[in-house]
């Protein structure tokens, strides 16, 4: 479009000013709480200075203040013009805090075990303490309870297998405790509230559960992988969690699984759930993903950093989220992005939508930043004009300077009306997306003719009634697909027929809002006193120029003593002055007041003031296009041309901020990619203790086993498990889930074989020292095991977790110590020939040793022998000389025994547990022996190695076949 076009339809849009408007008065419609129009460079309506990072989410109070809580332990009140209101200390520098707000406006924070109740002018009410740390902030229900979720790192024994337990609060809003409830495997986050009163908790483990009000259990799900977001709940009762191994489930209101998407990255934050059904969810990868109700990816939109906080959808559809690249991004409905603003930091806290279409958010730059959603120029239209007022009113607050001024004020006027008439017209023309997504799904779905082949055996006659009956239906699909574009075609016509220019009121409004930021806020200025007439006289100018002034009179007379006290008040306050909209499309001056200490002073023009006239002159008939060479303000004395310049300043000056912004995101890129390598590395190292702990499966697994069929007083359980080798500056990788493979083994003993507690003794990161002192050692076979065997009464029952190494020499296997050295295991280590050598001089009844572990040098979390290749490490003596005994070994010498993640137990001692309880049982008489626990597990554990991770695994067994393992009740 060519230069005399588009200022044809910016001015035909100015044509409303002038004698084209239409009767009546027009609306000046400030939206409440504004500071002022937005601004297309992105600058903030206001930035909010604490002492430390802000994560948590703000939260808004009554008549548009905000509140949040900073990492410099306060609590800050926030009027909607950016100014501190006040600020509450909430002892706890430089930890986690957050804040929420009640229907009622009363303040609650948390931070670290303490929750605040706080009034709206900062005032505190009481105080609840918790058994820890609190988890985000508070979560007021309908009927005014709040629900505080607290980490208090607390651990119960249940038959000597530890968990961690953290607890849900449940507080009346006088801070009493309502009631306390378990969360057995650690909360991950704040609880989700339902409008109907049902409170969902999300746990590390993996566990979803649904609470009554009352505290009761409704139900509780288990989902693949930990958690650490809290749900969300969607407008039909749908639950939506997602996971740190980057997937969002859906759950139903009754608990039921609805779907599971991958999402690429760790859902470390809540999902956001539009009035349409739609989920939004940011993930590690730096992706904002938009799913479906039923679970199918919409669209995703990618930023430069992991996506770590709740999007917020404004009543119009735009999506808000911010991301680790330190940006917020406003997306449309369709995923196409509108304006992503920089704070420079990490945007960690969840954006949120206050009135007036502003965005509140928070940064790891120690601000928090108020942003107008959408510019009110570009946004959608209503199809009828808002009610007509006929006035609007010029006050302290309503002005922001304009961009890109030339230091006059007419002449920015101008120029700032004809940017935004030409971006207004632009959008407004475009097709809603309602009908673009039309005209898309109409294109995939225009139909095809059908192809058919006559086949062999098919006669002519039925081929024909074949090709008859698929020539109507595409005949059909034709005239269907047809219809629906017509209607399409009449849709767009209509669309178009009505936008063929801005409404009157919309260009009015633009041109009216221009006038306002050019000029700034109304002054009183030079206050002068007569005594004589007792009148009080001044001038109201506009503080940015442009040659608006009134000289004005108080009209309530004033005593000179009462003169004298109210004059300095009067020069510290702002009036406000209002405007008649002419029917010419002047803007005439109607009255002014002045507001002091609570009384109104009326300002009377001392003259007939002239209108203040903005107008556009027609230069020949103007029906749909209209080619001007001026714009002329009547009053001004001056006359301007339409010309639209760029300055090579500022342009050149935003090319080298968006330079430096890609430099910027390139080391942060690097430094990212750093730190997940080094996560990568801890992990495989296995050093990541809480992606260790036991989960929902593995609870799940345990309470699966079988009570014994009878007690074994006499038996005796050895349980090792070694995890932890030698500390951080070792180069033994650890073995993940030794310890929970020794609890889960010693809990098989007690309640599956039936010995004592007292005889079940667990060894965790046992050194080579304690090794001897139970099992014996070389020279000394006797050990504390001997003392416990009753000669011929006793069962034995002796298990390993942990590395086994062979040597480097010699080449005999040996159980490798936490104080060990694979380097030197010939003397470190304790060779398995001295434990079947010690196990075979005891005067037990029966002896049985699992081993879960591997003999070649190697691990899943890394090489055990270092410095050495394993084509010259060769295994011998595995075989034991057990008389009398039973092994089961989780792999052959030259194999690596595996890891199940999903149950984090060694992969030998979850089919173990599972075969026990039952399953390899393969003849049904409620004996489980050794060959049949050994084919069951050669079939579990061989396939599961193989599919999972591409390597042979396959389990030994060294004695009787027909010895039973285990006796099912």
Known sequence: MNRSILLSAVLLGLLVLGGCASPGKRVWPAPDGAAGAPDQSGAPLFIFRTGGAVRGAPALGPGGKVYLASRDGHVYAVSPSGAKEWAYELGAADGEAAVAVAPDGRIYAAAGGRVHALSPDGERRWVYATRGTVRGAPVPGPDGTLYVASADDATKKDDGYTYPVDHLHAVTPRGERKWVREAAGGVAAPPAVAPGGTVYLATRDGGVHALNPDGDRKWSRAVPGPLSASPAVGPEGAVYVGSKEGRLHALTAAGERRWTQEMGGAVTAAPAVAPDGTVYAGSGDGRIHALTPAGEEKWTYATDGPVATTPAVGPDGTVYAGSDDGFLYALTPDGTRRWARGTG???????????????????????LYAWRGWPEWVARFPADPPEARGRFRWRAGHGHPAPHTDGTSLATVRQLAERRFRHALATYRRLPPDLRERQWRLALARPLPPRLAKDEFESSRRFRERLDRARKAYRQSVEDHNRRVSELETAIRGFRRDRRRLPAWKREQILRRTFLEVLGDPELRDIRYDADSRTFYGEIVANRGGGLQRTVALKRAVSPEAARRLKPRLQRVDPEVTFEVGDDGGLEWADAAVAVDGTRYALLPTGAPAPVDVRVRVAGPAPERVDLTGLRVRGAGEDLDLTVTRDPEIRALQERIVQARERIAAERLKERRLARLKERLAELQGRRGADAAPNARTRELLEGLPEAARPRPHGVAVIIGNRHYGGADSDIPDVRYAHNDARAMARFAR???????????????????????????????????????????????????????????EGRSHLLPVDASPDQVAITGYALTTLYRNLSQLPAKRVTVALDACFSGRSPGGAVVRNASPATLTVKGVRPGLAGGTVLAAAAPEQIASWDTEARLGLFTRYWL???????????????????????????????????YGRVQEPRLFGPPERVVAELP
């Open 751 to 809: 309640r599956t074989l039936g010995f004592r507690a007292g005889n079940v003794v667990v060894l965790e990161d046992a050194s080579k020292a304690r090794l001897e002192a139970w099992l014996g050692s070389a020279s000394h076979p006797g050990g504390r095991l001997a003392d416990l065997v009753k000669p011929g009464r006793s069962e034995v029952f002796v298990y390993y977790s942990g590395h086994g190494v062979p040597g480097a020499r």
């Open 914 to 948: 599972k075969g026990v309880s039952g399953a390899a049982d393969a003849d049904g008489d409620r004996r489980v022996t050794a060959g049949e626990l050994h084919d069951f597990l050669g079939e579990r554990v061989t396939y599961q190695a193989r599919r999972r």
């Open 345 to 367: 930091e990490p945007v960690r806290s969840s954006p949120v939508i206050g009135p007036g279409d502003r965005v509140y958010v928070g940064s790891d730059s120690r601000r």
